[in-house]
């Protein structure tokens, strides 16, 4: 049973255009959300996070998008760079008031392409 | 100067063996992870240990099982190894009250034969 669902295997998006990474969750109990960014042979690395109280959070190139009615969030990379070449986890927990130590649900990752 | 080191990154193994996978991490935090991603690509959480002791064991096998030495480290041991074990192990530590921020190793490739 598939928690957090990320129904796209694979994104191709040319450079300087926009990215835009979905990510659907079941869990209403869900209330923080974060991207990871994973290159091959390398462990995820953090993104961007969003906080259930907000709905929206921006870093830089990324922005993170959370509809909580609809039970998904989007995380948009404006411009696109090769370097953004890289399979993007989304992930979500729990009842993080207490701390992190519940660990994350993962999405399967989106494979994003960028063509230059 | 890595922050979270896993050894061994590869590891070919027969069924049946015993192995063990090390984790280091020097952040100073208090809460450290393995997770595994299968070949579907999930990755899914296996244990934490949060100040040398186990928050969450999810349904795994107890053939596996986590040992903390200290905060620094959370090794995992497989016994009795199974050709479904095959899969990448990634150790992974946080601070409490960090919101799920998760520091990972680059992940031990297991395949049993």
């Known amino acids: 049973d598939q928690q957090v669902k990320q129904n796209s295997p694979s994104l191709s998006v040319q450079e300087g255009r926009i990215s835009i990474l979905n990510c659907d969750y079941t869990n209403s109990m869900f209330d923080y959300f974060l991207w990871y960014k994973k290159y091959p042979a390398e462990g995820p690395t953090f993104l961007i996070s969003?906080?259930?109280?907000?709905d929206k959070n921006e870093d830089g190139r990324f922005t993170v998008f959370l509809n909580k009615s609809a039970k998904h969030l989007s995380l948009h990379i404006v411009p696109s760079q090769p370097g953004d070449s890289a399979v993007y986890f989304c992930a979500a927990s729990a009842g993080l008031a207490g701390g992190g130590a519940d660990g994350l649900t993962f999405g399967k990752g989106t494979h994003l392409i960028i063509q230059p | 100067d890595t922050a979270v080191s896993q050894t061994p990154k590869y590891l070919v193994t027969q069924m049946g063996n015993d192995k063990s996978i090390k984790c280091e991490q020097n952040?100073?935090?208090?809460?450290m992870y393995w997770y595994k991603q299968d070949s579907k690509k999930f990755l899914k959480i296996m244990f934490s240990y949060n100040n040398k002791e186990l928050i969450i064991n999810e349904t795994v096998p107890n053939r596996f099982s986590p040992k903390s030495p200290d905060k620094a480290h959370l090794n995992l041991h497989i016994n009795s190894l199974e050709l479904g074990d095959s899969a990448v192990y990634f150790c992974a530590s946080s601070q409490m009250g960090r919101s799920g921020e998760l520091f990972f190793g680059e992940g031990s490739r297991l395949t049993v034969l």
């Open positions: 969003i906080s259930s109280i907000k």
């Open positions: 952040l100073g935090h208090d809460t």
